[in-house]
């Protein structure tokens, strides 16, 4: 059993259910080496839900090690033993005998297998986090949310937990895990952020950064206050990775005017992933410098995902839909972007030159496409066609995603005809239209049983009505008339496999 290299027995031990791998990790000291990795390499707590036993596991080198992924919400605990017991009681205030309440409280008191474990303070939390820090030599991905609750605590200096919370970020940056973290996630307010990267921490190994702007909740809402920080807290904290930086996402719950912002960025010559989709959730200000931070990394940018409007918030307003036209109209216009883009995603927008904008973007990425997920807008078979057209001339293109009003068969034989090469299909078809203009042709089923595709690639359908279900008959008519397709699935689950079909 020595023989085999750890790796090997790693996976066998990833095949295994929690339970039976605990019953075999006193067997020997692989298997115990296998179960203390598998449960300590994904540590996610919250600063008002940890015990101080699992702190003191953590303090352990021989625990902290293995520890590769952390996610971290800082929240303070609302719920101690004596509020738990009274809100039982609350619960339970209606009911008449109030003799079973006793006694079901007078249990829980009592019964020691159900006492409650005390849960740690937060200074003790972020105190062990800030000691136990240099341990983690294999700490891969960091993840650190903010909660309501904590928000006194972050944006307020004498608090006692302040000076804490402010050094957390720094401590990481300036351990090991300074140079071995690949991932981070932060999410918080721009109050929040002032605390956490206000000492400018500098991670050299990171890749990516995912950086989330709540929505500020304080009484200081003034336009000064946010730009000072993003321009003197955020930016400053932003350009001291752009040496190394490969994966950038922003999303912003907020109104800000991020103009500056973009403007104050420096160059990131490792860029290759930028993710703007959520960065104007509350706006209608698409700032030209957003344009030119793109352009300046055209040379290393491959995949792009361009802002989007939410069409649960925004879908009828179409103030928010002409905003969006126009910056993507002055986005286009510049010669230098999307020259190495290999995957795009793209809302084109609901209104009429949204269409030309969507085929423009097309012919100027067809060089290298390799990807495209074109979201919100539903297209007429007329005007699907147009964008089949344009995809046709895109040879590296290899996955699909889009929507359409009407399912029919004739889309099939232009997806089979003109990308021919793609492997992966994502569709959502519209069932709110009427019978004449959207949804499934009444005729789809015995049409695609006359079908057959022999000469197409496709692996990996999915078709995803919208508010609906697809009749099975026309998933088994798909499955018949594309003999490559490996997978088939509605709304992303699982409906069968080739060899399942075959009969």
Not at 423 to 432: A, G, K, P, S, T
């Amino acid at each position: 059993m020595g023989d085999f290299p750890p790796e090997i027995w790693l996976h066998i031990a990833n095949l295994l259910s929690v339970q039976d791998l605990y019953q075999l990790r006193s067997l020997n000291r692989t298997f115990f080496n296998l179960a203390l990795d598998i449960k300590w390499k994904d540590l996610r707590f919250s600063t008002s839900g940890i015990s101080y036993k699992d702190l003191d596991r953590l303090l352990d080198p021989f625990i902290a090690r293995r520890v590769e992924t952390m996610y971290i919400s800082l929240y303070l605990d609302g719920h101690s033993r004596r509020k738990y017991l009274r809100l039982i009681t609350a619960m339970y205030s209606r009911i008449r005998d109030a003799t079973i309440i006793h006694d079901a409280i007078d249990f829980l008191r009592k019964r020691p297998s159900l006492r409650f474990i005390p849960k740690a303070a937060f200074n003790d939390v972020i105190n062990t986090l800030l000691a136990v820090t240099p341990q983690m030599i294999n700490l891969r991905e960091l993840t650190i949310k903010t909660s309501y609750s904590v928000r006194p605590l972050l944006s307020q200096s004498i608090s006692a937990s302040y000076p804490l919370l402010r050094n957390l970020l720094s401590t990481f940056s300036g351990s090991v895990c300074g140079h071995t973290l690949r991932k981070l996630w932060l999410e918080a307010t721009l109050d929040e952020f002032s605390t956490l990267v206000g000492s400018n921490p500098s991670f050299q190994g990171l890749q990516r950064l995912d950086l989330v702007l709540k929505e500020t909740q304080s009484e200081t809402d003034h336009v000064d206050y946010d730009r000072n920080l993003l321009m003197n807290i955020l930016a400053p904290f932003l350009n001291g990775l752009s040496s190394h930086l490969e994966e950038l996402s922003l999303k912003s719950y907020s109104s800000f005017d991020l103009s500056d912002f973009f403007a104050s960025l420096a160059h990131f010559p490792c860029l290759t992933n930028l993710d703007v989709r959520m960065a104007f959730y509350k706006t209608l200000r698409y700032p030209t410098s957003m344009t030119e931070f793109i352009a300046r990394h055209s040379e290393t940018l491959q995949a792009l995902a361009l802002p989007l409007i939410l069409l649960q918030r925004f879908a009828p307003d179409l103030e928010f839909h002409e905003a969006l036209k126009d910056w993507l109209v002055e986005f286009i216009a510049n010669v230098r972007v999307l020259d190495q883009v290999q995957m795009l995603e793209i809302y084109p927008t609901r209104t009429p030159e949204g269409l030309d904008v969507l085929l423009r973007c097309i012919r100027r990425t067809s060089k290298n496409l390799r990807e495209i997920h074109i979201r919100g807008r539903f297209f007429t078979p007329q005007e699907t066609n147009l964008i089949l057209d344009g995809l046709s001339h895109c040879d590296n293109l290899n996955s699909l995603a889009f929507n359409t009003l009407k399912l029919e068969a004739r889309l099939f034989d232009s997806l089979a005809s003109k990308i021919p090469q793609v492997e992966r299909i994502v569709m959502m078809i519209e069932n709110q239209a009427s019978e004449d203009d959207g949804g499934v042709s009444p005729s789809f089923t015995e049409a695609m049983k006359e079908r057959r595709y022999d000469s197409w690639n496709l692996k990996h359908l999915q078709v995803k009505p919208k508010g609906g279900l697809l009749d099975s008959n026309i998933l088994y008519a798909l499955a018949r008339s594309i003999p490559s397709l490996q997978f088939l699935g509605e709304n992303a689950v699982y409906v069968f496999r080739r060899n399942e079909t075959e009969s």
